[in-house]
């Protein structure tokens, strides 16, 4: 029946003219029906507390049978929880982020929470009415991608003194918000390190502009370990935005100066770069070698494949969630936590020489 509604027993499948007679099922129905207690029954399907397995199959199946669908307005006016978990991202068209989003989902709908997505198109004023929107559905607590790490700050701050707060992938500064990232450090050195043994000694950088984290780490750790491959290349460096278009337009204005090597910021960057250069006639990877930063399905698609770091996603994910479960409602003071998870760095055509 729909909406969890069900018959009673006897009564048959009401029409349009008696659907009075139709009531919700309650957690006692599923009791009676599976031979357990209500308590019982409640921690089965809420999930606060471990049931025996065959209990617990025992239960669902009533309530399957039965029509059961829980009341989540009502237990969260009980709870004065809602179940739900906010997620503020930059820019959805960015590939990274969905790949991300369904491990996020998968990690929190295991503990029960469900997600509320929202897109700020990498503006951080649309970004601090999103997080105000989502404080006003008192939401329990928020996943954020910031836009930039200064500009995005104030709104971050205030929401993190309200509710439980992560930042993924980007942060907004030490001691704002719990946080977990990949090492971007720890990334660039494994590309410099990778094209050194490959012979290359001229590269270049296809960076973001502006202060979000991670194209601030990338393009400084590019800076301080370029310099051992040669000493102009922390000079080599052109910055826009993370996407395929600037990737193209970047390349046009380093190609004059022949560099061997060109390292990207993410894989959009890359993917346009290794677009422009099979126009303009180079040899990937013997001419030139191509890498990015990310690892998202394009990268392997590319043409050549393209050499890559790897973010662990689904660490990310984990990570987040047990972040927000160690912080939980109410629990918004005490030191921020923050996490740097180790990249791994995937070698494929476009610098394999």
Do not use: K
Request: glycine letters at 10%; one cysteine or more; hydrophobic letters at 45%.
């Amino acid at each position: 029946m729909g909406n969890g509604a069900y018959a009673p027993s006897g009564s048959g499948v009401p029409s349009e003219g008696n659907r009075e007679t139709v009531a919700e099922v309650t957690l006692r129905e599923v009791a009676l029906a599976s031979g357990c207690s209500i308590a019982t029954v409640s921690r089965v399907l809420a999930g606060t507390r471990p049931v025996g397995a065959e209990t617990a199959r025992t239960v669902r199946a009533a309530a399957e049978r039965l029509g059961y669908r829980p009341n989540h307005v009502a237990r969260a006016l009980r709870s004065r929880s809602t179940g739900t978990v906010g997620l503020v991202l930059p820019q959805i068209t960015n590939p990274f982020f969905p790949s991300l989003v369904r491990e996020l989902e998968h990690a929190l709908h295991a503990e029960g929470r469900a997600v509320l997505l929202a897109d700020c198109d990498d503006d951080p004023v649309i970004e601090a009415a999103r997080i105000g929107a989502f404080l006003g559905r008192q939401v329990d607590a928020l996943l954020l991608i910031p836009v930039d790490e200064r500009r995005s700050r104030e709104a971050v701050a205030s929401a993190a003194a309200q509710v439980p707060l992560v930042l993924l992938d980007r942060g907004c500064g030490p001691g704002v918000a719990d946080s977990v990232a990949v090492d971007n450090a720890a990334g660039m050195a494994l590309v410099l390190d990778h094209l050194a043994a490959t012979g290359r000694r001229r590269p270049c950088f296809i960076g973001a502009a502006g202060t979000a984290s991670a194209a601030v780490e990338r393009r400084a750790a590019y800076e301080a370990g370029a310099a051992a491959l040669d000493p102009a290349a922390p000079g080599r460096i052109e910055l826009g935005d993370f996407s395929v278009e600037w990737g193209r337009a970047a390349v046009d204005l380093l190609w004059p100066s022949r560099p061997d090597a060109v390292i990207c910021a993410n894989d959009l960057i890359a993917a346009g770069a290794l677009q422009r250069l099979r126009q303009l006639g180079a040899d990937v990877p013997g001419e030139v070698a191509v890498t990015g930063f990310d690892d998202i399905p394009l990268a392997g698609l590319a043409d050549p494949a393209l050499t890559t770091v790897r973010q662990p996603v689904g660490e990310l994910a984990a990570e987040a969630a047990r972040l927000l479960a160690r912080r939980p409602a109410g629990g918004v003071r005490g030191p921020r936590r923050t996490v740097r998870l180790a990249p791994e760095l995937v070698i494929r055509a476009s610098s394999d020489a």
